[in-house]
């Protein structure tokens, strides 16, 4: 481990799998953003288990202005494509979507581009040697968002701070309440869509939640 103090670490929002009314999200968005800190927001659009291009892209045209006014990176799921087209901040990819580096090829140096692991430390430093920019790992609780993942234990957070230099994403059931051990743990962004988007008491209460049980993880750093 080295001696270098740990940032802290920052929310990364993903938007539901259905957002039938654009408008009225963009506004939930800014809402939540008065809760405080987020560092990103993914476009994930997948009503039915697949990518709806179509209305990623109209999402994301919509979200661009507000993420860039508020500096919040845009990042579009599993869509290399939409990503050029609306020029997105990144792209993620999913374990079984492109490679690293072929996105890397198409996007050029620029653009972010994150990359699922699951719960392989395999697969995780494959994708940094291919470049990627950040590795997500989860689920760490149950998940309605993403059906398709596998458990994953919070061990595999701690010994990636200790061995790798590129930042680690926790996905999967996380709300305010588990945020502040996933953050402990080793996490430097944490994941969360539904903890956000249907939080009994809001989308900005529960920015401020998460916001605030990362500071309290950060001061015992």
Same mark, same amino acid.
């Given at each position: 481990?080295? #001696?270098i103090k740990r940032e802290r670490t920052r929310l990364y929002l993903i938007t539901p799998?259905? @957002?039938p009314d654009v408008d009225a999200f963009v506004k939930t968005f800014e809402g939540a953003l008065e809760g405080g800190d987020v560092a990103c927001l993914q476009v994930r659009i997948k009503p039915d288990g697949m990518v #709806?291009?179509?209305a990623t892209e109209a999402l994301a045209r919509a979200l661009l202005p507000v993420c860039r006014a508020n500096d919040v990176a845009l990042i579009i799921n599993d869509s290399v494509d939409v990503c050029a087209r609306v020029g997105a901040d990144g792209v993620h990819l999913g374990h079984l979507d492109?490679? @690293?580096k072929e996105a890397r090829k198409r996007l050029g140096k620029q653009p972010i581009i994150g990359a699922t692991a699951? #719960?392989?430390r395999h697969v995780a430093m494959e994708a940094g040697e291919q470049g990627a920019d950040y590795v997500a790992f989860g689920a760490f609780f149950p998940s309605d968002t993403k059906a398709d993942t596998v458990p994953a234990d919070t061990d595999l957070l701690t010994w990636w701070q200790a061995v790798m230099e590129l930042p680690c994403v926790a996905i999967g059931g996380?709300?305010?309440e588990r945020a502040k051990a996933l953050s402990l743990a080793g996490a430097d962004f944490l994941a969360v869509s539904a903890g956000v988007w249907a939080h009994p008491d809001g989308p900005a209460a529960a920015v401020r939640a998460f916001n605030a049980a990362l500071d309290e993880a950060a001061a015992e750093f």
């Open positions: 481990m080295t #001696d799998s259905s @957002v #709806d291009e179509a492109m490679q @690293v699951k #719960d392989s996380i709300t305010p």
